[in-house]
């Protein structure tokens, strides 16, 4: 089993910044894809980035310019960089990884950010 471990979550200013990290362990290979979901209170869960191995990052429409997802791969980690935040951020992210063909797969416990003054 994949374990997803994430961190840097937390209570941010609007206009502030924030990073978020995910170390994957306990899998053979280095997982194919690597992302993040966010799920705000009475909304559904929706894919905020991912980056596969030979793809360029996907972002949704609403955090580009403002975040950034990059990977080490050499630490199986993944990384979001949140900048400019708004209210409107503020959800539980999730850390998620996958295969080729079957991405996500795998979820992180969840981490609070919270963008307020």
């Known amino acids: 089993q994949v374990q997803l471990v994430e961190s840097g979550g937390g209570l941010v200013q609007p206009g502030g910044s924030l990073r978020l990290s995910c170390a994957a362990s306990?899998?053979?290979?280095?997982?194919?894809?690597m992302g993040w979901h966010r799920q705000a209170p009475g909304k559904q869960r929706e894919l905020v980035a991912r980056?596969?191995?030979?793809?360029?990052?996907y972002y949704t429409d609403s955090v580009k310019g403002r975040f950034t997802i990059s990977r080490d791969n050499a630490k199986n980690t993944v990384y979001l960089e949140m900048d400019s935040l708004k209210p409107e951020d503020t959800a539980v992210y999730y850390c998620?990884?996958?295969?080729?063909?079957?991405?996500?797969?795998?979820w992180g416990q969840g981490t609070q950010v919270t963008v307020s003054s």
């Open positions: 998620s990884t996958g295969g080729r063909y079957n991405y996500p797969d795998k």
């Open positions: 306990g899998s053979i290979s280095s997982p194919y894809v």
């Open positions: 980056l596969a191995r030979g793809a360029s990052p």
